[in-house]
């Protein structure tokens, strides 16, 4: 119990920090594209409480992180109305994309930070390896470097609601669009199902072999980052 109480005083301040960074970034996007609905409605604050979902933001991962699963979850969506941007189409692009890119940005300070802080590139090969007297600053890095990734490349899935659909909905011919959105709606009903299986099958290991091949490439890079920055 311990230990399990010992990884959630790490992975909730790293999840909650990511996740806040995430919705502010759609927010101030989309704000510099023309819609201050985010801003009007208080949204585009560092507050936790203004964007913690009960569900999402612990519910979702404290449970999956006492089953040994991967580690995600949300927030409650920042707003934007599309028809306030300067170019909608363009615009919900840009929006969408600016959380994920955020996250991106979040994994690179701390990659920055492992490497100024000279903790070694050999320490986050796997949480495992972190151990010695800068073990909790290491775990707390390696986590923080994980989650960012992790949730920057899921997010980045072309299924409603992610922020991929709408990414590929603004690439896609204006032609299919209306396809294209008669699916948006049982997107939410496969986004259930995966957390479900994911919750009640951990075994099938559906995201490690999905996601997980991405979020390990994305991870070796940002360790050569770290690298770089290493005395």
């Known amino acids: 119990m311990s230990d399990t ?3 959630a005083l790490v992975l909730i301040p790293c999840l909650i920090v990511a996740i806040v960074f995430h919705e502010v970034a759609h927010g101030w996007a989309a704000l510099a594209l023309g819609d201050p609905t985010a801003k009007e409605r208080k949204r585009l604050s560092l507050n936790p409480l ?3 979902d009960p569900v999402g933001t612990i519910l979702v991962p ?3 992180a ?6 995600f979850g949300w927030a409650k969506p920042v707003p934007v109305n599309k028809n306030r941007l300067d170019d909608p189409r363009f615009g919900m692009m840009a929006v969408a994309a600016a959380g994920p890119a955020m996250n991106f940005l979040l994994a690179a300070v701390g990659a ?3 490497g100024i ?6 320490v986050f090969l796997t949480d495992s390896a972190i151990t010695g007297e800068a073990a909790p600053l290491a775990q707390g890095l390696f986590y923080f470097l994980l989650i960012n990734i992790f949730l920057g490349i899921f997010n980045l899935l072309p299924i409603p609601p992610f922020d991929g659909s709408h990414i590929v909905e603004g690439l896609m011919p204006r032609r299919y669009v209306h396809l294209y959105e008669k ?9 259930v199902g995966l957390i479900a299986v994911t919750w009640f099958a951990p075994e099938l290991g559906v995201l490690q072999n999905t996601i997980g091949p991405p979020v390990n490439w994305a991870m070796s890079k940002y360790i050569s980052l770290a690298g770089l920055f290493s005395s």
């Open 62 to 64: 404290g449970a999956l």
């Open 183 to 191: 699916i948006r709606p049982f997107g939410m009903i496969l986004f």
């Open 117 to 122: 802080l000279g903790l070694g590139e050999e």
């Open 112 to 114: 920055i930070a492992i």
């Open 50 to 52: 203004r964007h913690v």
């Open 66 to 71: 006492l089953m040994s699963g991967p580690i």
């Open 5 to 7: 109480l010992s990884l």
